[in-house]
């Protein structure tokens, strides 16, 4: 992980340097902020590798950004770029583009090497998370491209949006996991974006083998969100994907866990959590709170995971 603040830099010569070397060099972009508001800039983002994707958060108060072509010839990326708004919000226009605004919260796509201008909607500025994916590094069908891929929020909110979310935000969460970890995640991210932009077709064998992930993903999620309901099931869990209970155990027979394995695990996983966090509840406060069914079923559990009963693993790590 990389860091890096205007704070490091004297106050008058903050805005100058993220525009020369920060924005020039890093981002490619072209910078610009009236004389009389420079002194008050500051800026801050972070750069972790996800294999040779990147992710960068990064934070400033308002400037106007614009990617221009000579931008584009002096720092070509050929990547794509998936941006979640954080805060605030950020207007989008110039070229091919039709004017848009992302906020906070909402999903954006594009091909980096593409002239567009940014400014920020409000008086907080920027605060944004990219992840930037070498094209090189997404197999495509034949004869497709991206350099018609202008930026464009994420249009279909039901069905793909949230399997996008997922991946991405398992890459936010993921640290600094190992290239053989994040690749075939950030592969899924990047087909599950091109099926969103009509680039790539669902029913195709790369389309289904990212839908794939991203359920994965997103089941994951779901679960994790249930775990203090004792009725979580495979039906509720497909229900709420969209897809069949059969379908939703082949998607786990491809992981290392199957569904009942993942749900207890995160029950577990919570009560360590709670017998460590928590020593004003008793042990059936912590085993009711992570969806165990009875004290009977969670003594039996943990035994088994920690060969040691709770109140043992709560005294040790006192």
Known sequence: ???????????????DYWREVRAKGLFGVTAELEPEHRQDFFGRFSLRKLGNAGLVELRASPYRVERRDGDIADARSDSLCIYQQLGGGGWFSGGRLEDFAVRDGMFATSYADLP???VPLRDDGFNLRIIKVPVADIPLPRRATLDELVPKPVQDQAALRPLLESCFHDLV??????????????????????IERGVLRSASRLGQQALRTGRLSLARRLIARQLAQPTLSPTLVA??????????????????????????????????RLLRERPDWTIADVAFACGFESLATFYRLFNAAEQMTPGDYRARSA
């Open 116 to 118: 567009y201008r940014t």
């Open 239 to 272: 229900y709420t994907l969209g897809i069949s209970v059969r379908h939703l155990h082949v998607l786990f027979e491809d992981a290392e866990m199957s569904f009942s394995e993942t749900l207890t695990r995160l029950r577990l996983d919570r009560s360590r």
């Open 173 to 194: 969460e993921g640290g600094d996991a190992a290239h053989a970890d994040t690749a075939p995640l950030v592969q899924a991210l990047a087909h599950i974006a091109l």
């Open 1 to 15: 992980m990389f860091t890096w603040s205007t704070e490091q830099i004297d106050p008058r010569d903050r805005f």
